[in-house]
Nanobody
Framework: QVQLVESGGGLVQAGGSLRLSCAASGRTFASYTMGWFRQAPGKGREFVAALTRNGATTVYADSVKGRFTISRDNAKNTLSLQMNSLRAEETAVYYC???????????????WGQGTQVTVSS
């Protein structure tokens, strides 16, 4: 099992940047594909980005390509999401998740953090 805790959310103006972090407990962090997701008010949870266990492969939602960067430090059990050029419509609760590439891409993994609020003002 793995426990996940997100941090770094907050209020930012449109066009600004934020860096989210996800701290994982346990000694198995390096064995998981990791992902970031978001859920806006009244909407379903949507995929943002994923990163395989060794960091060799990244996948991004089309809407964030070129603006967001996912990264991980397996020695520190941390996952990050650098978000640049933020838009008002990206206001949401952001979640990190751990699993296999299949469970991450289908949002079926059992391991989720509690989320961190990102608010982008226009």
């Amino acid at each position: 099992q793995v426990q996940l805790v997100e941090s770094g959310g907050g209020l930012v103006q449109a066009g600004g940047s934020l860096r989210l972090s996800c701290a994982a407990s346990g000694r198995t962090f390096a064995s998981y594909t990791m992902g970031w997701f978001r859920q806006a008010p009244g909407k379903g949870r949507e995929f943002v980005a994923a990163l395989t266990r060794n960091g060799a492969t990244t996948v991004y939602a089309d809407s964030v390509k070129g603006r967001f960067t996912i990264s991980r430090d397996n020695a520190k059990n941390t996952l990050s999401l650098q978000m640049n050029s933020l838009r008002a419509e990206e206001t949401a609760v952001y979640y990190c998740a751990a699993g296999t590439i299949q469970s991450i891409m289908t949002l079926s993994t059992a391991y989720w953090g509690q989320g961190t609020q990102v608010t982008v003002s226009s």
